[in-house]
C-alpha cells in the first residue's frame, strides 16, 4: 500500500469515529459539517483520483450540499420515541471533472462514492469563488486590455473586475465561458458605481484563459463624486436625533437551540444552511394547545432560485440575465452578518459553511441570525376589555450579496401559526457608463434611469422562486384555488342584486394548478383531505401573496424559456425529492430543458398526495435617482396562514407578563 | 334683553379672550379645541334658537370639525417669516334642525354663523353616540322584544343591542331610521359572538322609537364556551416565554412637538385628528440637505372612508354595507390607546375631542401615539464595507373601533421620505347565528364560513379610501402612468427578442386618472413638472399600492352605485376643498348621488395643477376558524415614496451613534 493510500485511509478513519461519536447529536436534515465536507473531498479524491490522474485544472468541487433522505425515512425516524440508527448521512456534489459536469453521490456514513453520473445536458453548475477570483485577474496580463485602459486615460491600478454569467441566446455549441467587467476605483468606494463601459472580456473557466476581447466604444466612466456611501463621507450630516434610539430590545435570545432545532413559543423548526439557496427551514411544526401536541406546517422551505433579467439590449448588456442562486449560489454570497447592525442585539448567530474549489471547507461566521422581533405591533386587541397582545415574533435572517445587490431574507414565525416571509432589496445598482449628463440629451432609447451624471440605472426584475414544501397536518395534502365570484341574488331574496362567494375548486392535476396572479379575487389553500376541524372544515393554510409583479415578457424568447417558471407565479408539483431548484440544476448557459415548467408537464396526480408550492415573488425595478449611489431597502414578502388549521384563534391562551 | 342671553354673551367674551390669548399657538390646521367647540355650541344655539323653539329632539349636533382655510391662505400665511393675523379660526357643522340636516359654517373669530344651508339632498349625517345609545335601550320597554327573547328561553337581563344603519336599496322616500339587533351575554363578555338572530328591530332616530318589529325566525343563539378571549380566561395558557419580552426601546420620544407640528429626523408635519376621519396628516414636509430647506410632500392625508359591505343576503344581513367614517365617525370611533400594549414605552399621546349630540365637547383621552420604530430591519446595507444603517422610523397610530371590529392604522414616516401606511384589521368578527354545528350538515348556500358550532362568519371586505393630497415640492403637479411594457427588438440590434420598457403618460384629465390595479404592470407617479433635479429628471413621488383587493360586484346595484369611489383602485381630481369624503358628506342611506365618482365625472383638468389622489385600499375578508372568537391582525397597506424627488439617497448623510 503506497504511504499516501495509508495516509489517507489514516484520515478516513478518523472521520469515521468522529461522524460515530457525534452522530447522535447530528440531526437527519443538518448541513454537512466542517468534518463531513471535508470526509467528501477525501472520499471524492480518492475515487476520482484512482481513475484518472487528478491535478488542480481536471478536477473542482462547484456544490456540495446534503443528499437528504427521502421524506419518509426523515418523518419515521423523528417519529421514534427513542432513537434507532439513524439513515446514513450523504452529501450531493456537483464537480467538473475533465470538463464535464459530474453528479456525485457520497455516503458519509460508509464512506464512499455510491453513484458518479457524467450529465451531459446542456449547461453548467455555480461557479466557485477560487474560478472567479482567477478570472477576474486575467485582464491584467492582457496586453489589448493595457492598451484600452490607457486609450481612456485611466490608471491600471485603479481598475478591478467582476465577472458575470453570460446567458444563453440560441447557439449551438457552449463552451464555459463568463464575461469579465471592469470598474474603476479612483476616489470612490463604490466601484459599481464607475464601470468602465464598452469593452467585453470573454474568459473561458475551464482553461482560465481570455478568449475573446472587443473594445467596441468609449464611454465616459462615472465620477467620483457622489458616490462614497461610508459613514462621514458625504461631506453634510443629516440631522437627526433618531438614529441614536437603542436597537430593540433586550439581550436574551428568548428561544431554545438544541442542535439547529429551534423551539420558541408555539413553533419548532430546523435551519440549516445550503451554499446554493441560504437558508432552509425544515420541519416547522405548530404547537396545537387542544390536541396538546405539534403539527406539521411546512416540510420544507426556501428560495429555489432567483432570477434577475436586466432590460438593456447594448453588446455589453444583452446577456445579463441571471441566476443568483444557480449562477452563483446565494448562500455562498452570504454576508457575514454584522452584530447589532445587520441583526439586533438579542440575535443569535449560526456558521455557514461551504466547499472551495478543491473540496476544503470553509467557514461564512455568522452566516444566519435568529431574533425575537417586536416591532410594537398588536397581535390581536379589542376595545371593549382593553385586551390587546403584544405581536411578538422570531426571525431567522439571512443577507447574501450578490455582487452589488444585497438580499436580505426573513422567515418570520408568527404565534398566529403564520410564516411570513421577507426580502429587502438593498445594497447597488448595476449601472451603465453613458455619455449623457442630462436627461434632455438623451434622444435615443438607453434602457433605464439616468440616476446621476454618466450613469445609466437599467430597468431590470427580480423573481424569487419559493419551494414550499408544505405538510399540512400530514403527507397527503390538496391544492385549493378558492375563487370570490360575483352572484346574482336570486328571485327575490332580497333587495341585494348580488353578493360575491366563494367557489373552491381542487387541482386533480399538476396542470391544475398553474395560477397567474392579479387578476382575479382568490384564495390558495392547501389543505389536508383526511383531516378536519371539529365542526367539518378541512384543515389548510392558504398562501397569502404580496403585491404581484409577474414576468412582462413573451415567453419566445431564451432568458424566459430557461427560465421557466415565470410562466405562472404559483405551481403546484408532485413531491419529488430531485426537484429541488425551480431554474434547473445547470443556469448557467441552461436551455430550459430542465425546470420546474419542464418537470410540471408530467401532469401528475396531486389530489390528496405530498405536493409541493412553487412560488415566485417578483420585483420590477425602475431605478430612481434615491437609489443612487445605495438603494433604500425595498421589502417584498408573502404569507403562509393558517385557514380553518385551528379550532379557533391559536394565541388565545398567550400568558402576558411584565 | 333677557338674563339668558346676558350670560350666553358674558360666555362668548369669555371665548373670545381665550381664543385671543391663544391664537398665538394654534396653528391654522389644529383640530378645533375644547373651548372652540364649546363657541361652537354656542353660537350655532344663539342663532339657531333665535328662529325656532330649540328643545332636546329637534337640534342635534352630528359633525364639528375644523372649516379649514384654503390651501393657498394657510402656504401663504405659513411661508410668512413673522406672524401676521391669521385667517378666522372657522367651524364646519353638520346637525339636524327639525329633521333637516344642516351645513353649518361658523366664524369663531367673530362669533357667529357665516351660513346655514339646508341640505335636501339624500341621506343622513353620522350617528351621535347618544342618539345610538338611546336606540338600543328602547327594545327594552318594547313588549314583542320581550316575547321574542322569552319564545327563545333567554333571559332579558343578559341581551344587549347595538344598532346598525340600513344602507339603501332603491326605496323612494327614507326616514332616518336604524336597525337594532341584540346579542346574548350570558357567560361571555364576547358578545358579538352571541347573536339573537331573526329579530329585525327598526328604529327612527328622529323619533327615537320603534317603527318596525318582526321576529322572523328563531335560530339557537351559539354557546358562550370559548369565546371568552381574556388574559387567563381560556383554561390552558399557551407556553410562550417570548410575550415576556420588553416593549420596543428606551423611553425618549426623540421627536419634537410644537402644538401639533412635529419633527423628527428629516420630516416635518402636521397631526390632527377629526371626529369623521380620525388622524388628519398634514403639510408632510422633507428636509432636502442639498437644498438646506424643507420640500413639499403631502398637503393633508387621512382615510377620507371606509366601505363595508358583506354578502349575506338574508333578511337580517342584507343591508349591512356601512360606511364606516361616514356612518359611525372614525374619529368618534377612535380608542383610548392603552400605554405599554397599543403603543411602546417611548411613545408620546394626543387626545382627541368631538363634540356630543348637543354640542358639548367631549375627550377622548390617548386617542392619538407617536412612536419612534425600529423593528431591527436596515434602511440600506452593502457588505464591503459592512457600511448598514437601521431602518429607525416615526409612526402616528390610532385605534378605531367600529363596534366589533378595531382599525388600526399607522402612518410611518421613513427617513428615505417615503410614508407608509399601515391597516391592521382585528377585533371581532360580525358573525351570524345557525343552527348548523357541522360544516357536513349544510346544504344550502350560507354566506360565510361556520367558524364555530352554530356560528357563521360572514364574508365581507373592507375598502379605505385615502384622501392623498400630495403638492411634490410645490401645489401644480401632474398625474402620471408609466406603464412596464414588453417591446420587440429592433432588427439585429441583440441576441435578445425582447425587453421591457417605461411609457410614461400624462393624464391630461380626470378621465385619464382612473386606475383599475392587479393586471398591468406600472408607476403611478405625481411628479411636478415646474421642478427637475439637476440631471433633468421631474421630481415625483411614487403611490405603491400594497397587495390589491378590488371590488368583485357588478356596479349595478345601490351599494356599489352608493360607495361609487370602488369602480376604480385610483382617481385623481383637481383640489377643491369642499371634495373631502369620496362617500360623501350624507353616506347614511345615500343614493350615490354625491360622491367622488360623481365629482370625478366633471372631468376636469388635472395637468400641472393642485390635484389630489384618491386610493381605495382593499380587503377581502374569507372568515376562517381561527378568526374566533378574536381575529388576529391582518395587515395591508401602501407606500407613497420619493422617485427623482431628491438627488441621490437622502439618507447618505445619516450620521450614526450608539
Do not use: C, W
Given at each position: 500500500m503506497p504511504s499516501s493510500l495509508k495516509f489517507s485511509l489514516f484520515f478516513q478513519c478518523i472521520f469515521c469515529i468522529i461522524s460515530l461519536i457525534s452522530t447522535k447529536s447530528i440531526h437527519l436534515l443538518d448541513s454537512l459539517t466542517p468534518s463531513e465536507l471535508k470526509q467528501v473531498k477525501t472520499i471524492v479524491n480518492q475515487s476520482i483520483c484512482s481513475t484518472i490522474s487528478c491535478h488542480n485544472d481536471n478536477l473542482s468541487f462547484h456544490y456540495v450540499g446534503l443528499n437528504e433522505p427521502n421524506k419518509e425515512t426523515v418523518v419515521s425516524w423523528l417519529s421514534k420515541q427513542k432513537p434507532t440508527k439513524s439513515p446514513p448521512r450523504q452529501a450531493f456534489v456537483l464537480a467538473r471533472i475533465n470538463q464535464s459536469n459530474h453528479e456525485i453521490i457520497v455516503d458519509l456514513t460508509d464512506s464512499k462514492v455510491i453513484s458518479n453520473k457524467v450529465n451531459d445536458g446542456h449547461g453548467y453548475p455555480l461557479l466557485n469563488l477560487e474560478e472567479k477570483d482567477a478570472a477576474v485577474l486575467l485582464p491584467f496580463s492582457y496586453a489589448p486590455f493595457f492598451a484600452s485602459i490607457k486609450k481612456r486615460g485611466l490608471n491600471l491600478k485603479e481598475v478591478v473586475c467582476q465577472c458575470f454569467t453570460i446567458g444563453w441566446f440560441g447557439a449551438n455549441k457552449t463552451r464555459r465561458v463568463v464575461k469579465v467587467m471592469c470598474y474603476y476605483l479612483n476616489g470612490t468606494v463604490s466601484l459599481y458605481m464607475r464601470p468602465i463601459e464598452g469593452i467585453t472580456v470573454t474568459v473561458d473557466l475551464d482553461e482560465m484563459k481570455i478568449v475573446g476581447y472587443l473594445d467596441r466604444v468609449v464611454v465616459p466612466v462615472p465620477k467620483a463624486e457622489g458616490t462614497d456611501y461610508r459613514e462621514g463621507k458625504p461631506e453634510k450630516p443629516l440631522n437627526s436625533s433618531s438614529v441614536n434610539s437603542t436597537r430593540m430590545m433586550h439581550g436574551s435570545p428568548n428561544f431554545d437551540m438544541d442542535g439547529n432545532v429551534i423551539r420558541w413559543a408555539n413553533w419548532k423548526f430546523h435551519v440549516a444552511f445550503d451554499m446554493r439557496v441560504g437558508p432552509v427551514i425544515s420541519l416547522a411544526s405548530i404547537y396545537d394547545l387542544e390536541k396538546d401536541e405539534y403539527r406539521r406546517v411546512l416540510y420544507r422551505g426556501y428560495i429555489s432560485e432567483l432570477f434577475v433579467p436586466y432590460m438593456d439590449l447594448t453588446e455589453e448588456w444583452y446577456f445579463k440575465t441571471y441566476f443568483d442562486a444557480g449562477d452563483f449560489g446565494f448562500g455562498l454570497s452570504a454576508s457575514s452578518l454584522v452584530p447589532l447592525k445587520d441583526c439586533p442585539k438579542n440575535a443569535v448567530f449560526l456558521d455557514g459553511y461551504y466547499s472551495t474549489k478543491d473540496g476544503t471547507p470553509a467557514k461564512i461566521a455568522n452566516a444566519l441570525c435568529i431574533f425575537e422581533k417586536n416591532a410594537g405591533d398588536v397581535l390581536w386587541r379589542h376595545t371593549e376589555f382593553s385586551e390587546i397582545r403584544p405581536d411578538v415574533s422570531l426571525v431567522v435572517r439571512m443577507v447574501s450579496t450578490i455582487g452589488n445587490y444585497d438580499y436580505m431574507v426573513d422567515w418570520e414565525f408568527k404565534q398566529t401559526g403564520s410564516i411570513k416571509v421577507n426580502i429587502g432589496l438593498t445594497g447597488l445598482l448595476a449601472v451603465r457608463a453613458t455619455?449623457?449628463?442630462?436627461?434632455?440629451?438623451?434622444?435615443?432609447?438607453?434602457?433605464?434611469?439616468?440616476?446621476?451624471?454618466?450613469?445609466l440605472g437599467a430597468h431590470h426584475d427580480h423573481f424569487l422562486n419559493f419551494h414550499l414544501d408544505l405538510d399540512v397536518d400530514g403527507h397527503d395534502n390538496s391544492f385549493v384555488e378558492s375563487k370570490l365570484q360575483a352572484k346574482s341574488t336570486p328571485d327575490k331574496r332580497s333587495p341585494r342584486k348580488n353578493y360575491w362567494t366563494v367557489v373552491p375548486k381542487t387541482a386533480k392535476?399538476?396542470?391544475?394548478?398553474?395560477i397567474h396572479l392579479g387578476s382575479k379575487a382568490a384564495q390558495y389553500l392547501v389543505v389536508n383531505p383526511n383531516k378536519k376541524t371539529k365542526i367539518g372544515n378541512e384543515v389548510g393554510y392558504q398562501l397569502l401573496p404580496g403585491i404581484v409583479a409577474s414576468n412582462i415578457l413573451p415567453y419566445n424568447d431564451y432568458p424566459e424559456k430557461r427560465c421557466g417558471f415565470n410562466k405562472y407565479n404559483v405551481w403546484v408539483t408532485r413531491y419529488n425529492k430531485s426537484e429541488k431548484w425551480a431554474g434547473g440544476v445547470y443556469t448557467d448557459q441552461s436551455r430550459g430543458n430542465d425546470n420546474l415548467a419542464i418537470w410540471s408537464l408530467r401532469n401528475r396526480e396531486i389530489e390528496n398526495k405530498d405536493v409541493v408550492v412553487w412560488y415566485t415573488l417578483g420585483f420590477h425595478h425602475v431605478p430612481?435617482?434615491?437609489?443612487?449611489?445605495?438603494?433604500p431597502t425595498a421589502n417584498v414578502g408573502f404569507e403562509i396562514k393558517p385557514t380553518n388549521?385551528?379550532?379557533?384563534?391559536?394565541?388565545?391562551?398567550l400568558k402576558l407578563h411584565g
Open positions: 455619455k449623457y449628463t442630462h436627461k434632455s440629451q438623451i434622444k435615443e432609447e438607453v434602457y433605464g434611469t439616468l440616476i446621476a451624471e454618466n450613469t392535476t399538476e396542470s391544475d394548478a398553474r430612481s435617482q434615491e437609489d443612487f449611489p445605495i438603494m388549521f385551528f379550532e379557533h384563534n391559536p394565541t388565545l391562551g
